[in-house]
């Protein structure tokens, strides 16, 4: 890896070639903000970086979005309000889901728009977390117990 200077420009080389790809680049430009809220606000607006629990949507359709701003999302299952989303990230980044609380028999349901393990996340107890990374073009889960049958659930 070495960088080569073309006038004033510099470009990135190694021995696979020069430049960086169009994913390297998009990576380059994700900023880890020390500042980011450790949850999102309670109505589960993107870009609001206030403090509280998201409480899901009513159905797949009406599922509440979590923000891409925060690392972390608190989310509650209440009644019909279970269903959360998650929208493509930026490559790299990292995004931190906890059940934190289930009122009643209610299941946390996540629908990412690209989850490459399948089309959502489940959880049926309080107190699950799960973490997802970003790879460009799919999240991908990085820690938590997922199972087919405990835990969060791959559907």
Not at 44 to 72: F, I, M, Q, W, Y
Request: aromatic share 4%; net charge neutral.
């Amino acid at each position: 890896m070495g960088v080569l200077f073309q006038g004033k420009k510099q470009i990135l080389t190694s021995d696979y070639g020069t430049g960086l790809t169009p994913k390297q680049k998009k990576a380059l430009g994700f900023a880890l903000d020390p500042g980011i809220s450790d949850s999102q606000n309670a109505s589960g607006t993107p870009g609001e970086d206030l403090e509280g629990p998201v409480l899901g949507g009513n159905g797949a359709d009406n599922a509440v979005p979590l923000s891409l701003k925060t690392t972390t999302s608190l989310c509650v299952s209440a009644g019909s309000r279970t269903h959360v989303s998650l929208a493509n990230g930026i490559l790299g980044q990292v995004k931190r889901i906890v059940h934190s609380t289930r009122i009643a028999s209610n299941d946390l349901v996540i629908t990412p728009a690209n989850f490459a393990a399948g089309n959502t996340l489940t959880s049926n107890l309080a107190g699950r977390s799960v973490t997802l990374m970003y790879d460009g073009d799919n999240w991908q889960v990085i820690a938590g117990e997922i199972t087919g049958t405990a835990e969060f659930v791959i559907g």
